[in-house]
């Protein structure tokens, strides 16, 4: 588990200190506040506060003057339908602020995301901890031969304890650089902010991100998606989990329409009118470009 003893007891503390309150809450969210979740093999997240549930997103469509909720099948048919139709404002009525530890490389790519705030740890204020991200064997691949993004084959014996080696002795060699930089024995010792720079983008950071409801259902669109790298995906899959509990309904309609629907493009849509229609069509005969039949195979066969 990432966490120290004296962070678990922090934790603990604001668990065991309940509050009544007017506002709303969602029951299942109540259960995650606060907790930390490992994701990774240092990594965690776990959220820091909330605002709003499933009722708080009908009762901003509805712009109504009380809770805004009706009967349960009717709210939960309101929310689909403002997901099917791409009606997302009530979806940001709901806000949630996570705590992420996550290793650099990962916060390049989740800072792309620039619908959310951010608050990350200073490194050149305090010293970041030697903690870094090694793959497990069953995520250790190769270069995938058909997609340049991507990866392949699993490396096995030899030569994946060589690459395993490797990314110890790196990591461990620039912590102990990092270190004998910033203290030197009587010295001065390097500034955090210029010593920082020879650690590896494996190094493990901190930060809040405050995200609502609809930005977070687009990062969770893009990052829990098979093409997005494994690692991110590990913490939005954490995150689906999360979300599921929090609001129920919206999160079965954002899997139903966002995570398990297809976009089709109008050639698509041609193409699988003649179909049904008993038309045989080819690759040749689709208007399509290579790579788009091939996905739209893939989707259709
Ligand atoms: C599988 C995958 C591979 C990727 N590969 C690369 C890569 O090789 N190189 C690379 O650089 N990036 C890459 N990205 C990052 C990607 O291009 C986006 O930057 C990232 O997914 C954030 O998406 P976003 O801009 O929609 O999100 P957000 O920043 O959260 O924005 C949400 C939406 O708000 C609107 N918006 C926000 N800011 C602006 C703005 N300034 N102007 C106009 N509209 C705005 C847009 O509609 C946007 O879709 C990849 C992402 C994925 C998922």
Known sequence: MPLTPEQQAEIDEQRANPRPTLRAVSEGMEKHLYLAHPVLDHGLIRVVDYM?????????????YGRGTKSVSTDEGLIRYLMRHWHSTPFEMCEV????????FVARQWIRHRTANVNEYSARYSILDREFYIPAPEHLSAQSAVNRQGRGELLEGEEAARVLDLLREDAMRSYDHY???????????????????NLPANVYTQWYWKVDL???????????????????????????DI?????????????DYRLGGVQLSGKGVEVLKRRLAGETVTEE????SKGEWREFEGLWG
């Open 285 to 288: 005969n689709s208007g399509m």
């Open 52 to 64: 709003g549930d499933d009722a708080a997103i009908t009762q901003a469509a509805r712009v109504s």
């Open 214 to 240: 609809h930005n977070l259902f687009h990062f969770l669109r893009l990052r829990a998606d098979s093409h997005a790298q494994y690692e991110i995906r590990a913490y939005a899959n954490a995150m689906c």
């Open 243 to 255: 979300v599921r509990d929090w609001v129920p309904f919206a999160y079965a309609a954002f899997e």
């Open 97 to 104: 602020k996570f705590h992420v530890k996550l290793p650099v």
């Open 179 to 197: 270190e004998s930089m910033l203290s030197q024995d009587g010295q001065k010792g390097l500034a955090r902010e210029l010593a920082r720079m």
